[in-house]
């Protein structure tokens, strides 16, 4: 994809990219520095920790209905030598301090994905 595509994605963030990036920008998770809307691949990536290679991934209620590719995205990125974290963006409104627990341990350490995350409730927030 891109770079265009990114930028524009940049610009029409959901409520959720803009709530999380605040958290992430400017170095705020123990020093690492996160891009946002970046290409890797075919794909655009929500955020991204290049230095650990880590993937941030905001889901909305569209993606309940692609799982499937949500799935090969993930695996392509995993393969690509990424760690990959998903979240609900009603996480984001309704936990953002344990949203950045996982994204903090997940950076401190090696190794593992965070699995696709479960439905999100019937009465949640996109």
Known sequence: MSTRKAKELRQ???????????????????GFSFRQQA????YI???VCFEPNLVVE???GQHA???EYD???TEWLESQGFRVLRFWNNEVFENIEGVEEVIQAALRSPGGAHPLPNPPPSRGRE
């Open 58 to 60: 905001l889901d909305g």
């Open 12 to 30: 029409n963030r959901t409520e959720a990219e803009k709530r999380l990036w605040e958290r992430l920008r400017r170095k705020r998770i123990d």
């Open 45 to 47: 990536i929500d955020f």
């Open 71 to 73: 799935t090969r995205r």
């Open 65 to 67: 209905g692609q799982v």
């Open 39 to 42: 290409p890797i691949g075919k």
